[in-house]
């Protein structure tokens, strides 16, 4: 299995774009595929660089219905049409980024909804026997705090973001088990929980942002759940690669904790 990452919000190797957003590259002995595209189409620019033919892609999994996950969607489609695409159902509705009083769409283009590849996804969805996708999970620990400005639109009026259209991706391959998620916003323990509970252990890698970055600065509220989630991602044995929207606060507590386990993750990193 190779994971590499297209573009992510930090300079990774010279001369790839980078931005606020997050996208993978995934190569199996059976499949090459995507999960998400950036805010803008410059993962392909970096694929381009990096080697990487996205016509060859055979399916694509989008992590949840923000414009940074899903910006890049129409120019993948314009080079690879006939990629299928896995959206969770309700991955098209009304999402906002709602701070000081701003109010922001931060949803999806929705020309995605109409091309005739896409699959929208609901619940656990056994691709083959190398893909496995999972969605709506109980959230037993708490979600990342960072959550609070995110809205979406709700019978006229905007109420909280409670992220029943984020997903997950598992990847099988060569007896070693990957989960790919773009931003954890249901929390990242809640999400490793729920794979425990379907599959009967931890996966081997993760590979995701964990959302606990903040608009204000981090509080000791803040530094103990940081600390705590830590501690209890060791507890599972699984290798973490993170970066995008984990917060640069966030990063320094949870490597204190995690050392080797924890890499930070830049545009064009690679793992194999």
Not at 17 to 35: A, D, I, K, M
Not at 51 to 76: A, C, P, Q
Not at 126 to 154: A, M, Q, R, T
């Amino acid at each position: 299995m190779k994971i590499i990452n297209l573009i992510e919000d930090t300079v990774g190797k010279e001369g790839l774009y980078f931005e606020h957003g997050l996208s993978f590259y995934v190569e199996t002995e059976n499949h090459r595929l995507l999960l998400d595209t950036g805010a803008s189409g410059d993962f392909v620019l970096n694929a381009e660089k990096l080697g990487i033919d996205l016509r060859k892609v055979d399916t694509l999994v989008l992590s949840h219905g923000h414009y940074d996950h899903t910006g890049g969607v129409m120019r993948f489609v314009g080079i690879n049409p006939t990629a299928k695409i896995y959206l969770h159902k309700n991955a098209g509705g009304e999402y906002f980024n709602d701070y000081n009083s701003q109010r922001k769409y931060i949803g999806i283009d929705k020309k995605i909804l109409d091309l005739p590849q896409l699959i929208l996804t609901e619940g656990n969805i056994k691709i083959d026997d190398g893909l496995f996708v999972f969605s709506d999970i109980d959230c037993v620990s708490p979600i990342p705090s960072g959550n609070s400005i995110l809205k979406k639109e709700l019978g006229g009026e905007l109420v909280q973001d409670d992220f029943n259209h984020e997903q997950y991706l598992v990847v099988t391959s060569g007896g070693k088990t990957a989960l790919l998620s773009g931003c954890a916003h249901r929390g990242i323990l809640n999400i490793m929980y729920a794979f425990k509970n379907l599959f009967g252990s931890y996966p081997d890698y993760v590979v995701s942002g964990f959302h606990m970055m903040k608009k204000t600065p981090y509080n000791e509220a803040d530094k103990t759940l940081a600390g705590e989630t830590a501690k209890a991602l060791k507890a599972t044995g699984a290798k973490f690669f993170s970066g995008h929207c984990t917060g640069d606060e966030a990063m320094e507590i949870l490597l204190q904790i995690l050392g080797n386990k924890l890499t930070v993750m830049h545009s064009g990193d690679r793992i194999v």
